[in-house]
């Protein structure tokens, strides 16, 4: 599942593309994928046009004139293509297919702007969605999932992440920094990199963490996904030629999915174990 960012990077590529431009017409042939009947939702986006696109959390935020908010979320194996003359930009799930033709077999909904280029989202397992929704709505729906807060946002700090930690002593680290009532944005990929960060073996109960452990946690935390941003993520970016390849971070990944190989700290050799239902990826000799 693309985290938080992979998701900032399709963001941001979307924002210097689509910004501006009008939807002509929607078409989607998965029901689950949309939360209004087709008609109803072709109806209401026809002729909007894209104000700002956001992020929160997982999920990407499109502002339409007329107090309308498109909400995305792709779930495991989502993809966004934006394929317009000139340029591509495809974000989320790596399907090699995205990349070589649209639509395609995963293509489960289309905008269509008024100068011919399209917005589409593919997804292989179908668990994605893009739902429609007034501003206001949207707003109480965002609360009921009393989200934590955003890890790179200025009011994420030290003290705000200990109070979060002091609500949850029994929690596994990992479990705890993957859980997005605590702090989004985190997933598999990430918490795995941040604990090897902190040299914290991810199956230590939050209570057990020393202070300049929970110090190096979270500048594990603002570091490894600033980075992460940086290099566009370990997924998909921004493709003018429209060629697949894996979003840079990849080759910068210290400990995820690195099982039996070499730690490249202390030498050590790298474990795997399950925790919270998914794999996780350490060192047993730098984390302790
Ligand atoms: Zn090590």
């Not at 003290?159 to 609500?167: A, C, I, P, Q, T």
Request: aromatic residues 10%; charged residues 30%.
């Amino acid at each position: 599942m693309p985290e938080l960012p992979e998701v900032e990077t399709i963001k941001r590529g979307l924002a210097k593309t689509i910004i501006g431009k009008k939807i002509a017409g929607f078409d989607s042939d998965w029901k689950k994928m949309i939360n209004r009947p087709l008609p109803e939702y072709k109806k209401i986006v026809a002729g909007q046009e894209i104000k700002a696109v956001e992020r929160r959390a997982k999920m990407l935020i499109i502002d339409l004139t007329g107090d309308w908010r498109l909400w995305f979320h792709l779930k495991l194996t989502g993809q966004l293509v934006f394929s317009g003359k000139k340029k591509k930009v495809v974000g989320g799930h790596p399907i090699k297919e995205g990349f070589e033709k649209d639509p395609n077999r995963f293509t489960h909904a289309t905008f269509t702007f008024t100068d011919g280029s399209h917005l589409y989202f593919n997804d292989v397992r179908k668990f994605g969605w893009v739902r429609l929704y007034r501003s206001g709505e949207l707003k109480e729906k965002l609360e009921a999932m009393k989200l934590g807060p955003e890890p790179l946002a200025a009011g994420f700090t030290l003290s705000v992440f200990k109070e979060r930690l002091k609500k949850k002593p029994n929690n596994k680290i990992k479990v705890f920094l993957m859980d997005p009532q605590n702090i989004v944005g985190l997933g598999n990929i990430y918490s795995d990199e941040v604990c090897f960060f902190a040299r914290v073996r991810p199956d230590r109960p939050v209570k057990s963490l020393k202070e300049n452990e929970i110090k190096l946690l979270f500048q594990g935390i603002k570091k490894i996904l600033t980075e992460a941003i940086k290099y566009e993520g370990t997924s998909f970016s921004d493709y003018v030629n429209a060629l697949g390849e894996a979003g840079a971070y990849t080759k910068k990944l210290k400990v995820y999915q690195r099982f039996g190989q070499k730690c490249f700290r202390c030498g050590g050799t790298v474990k795997r174990m399950k925790l919270g239902g998914r794999t996780s990826h350490f060192c047993p000799s730098c984390q302790k």
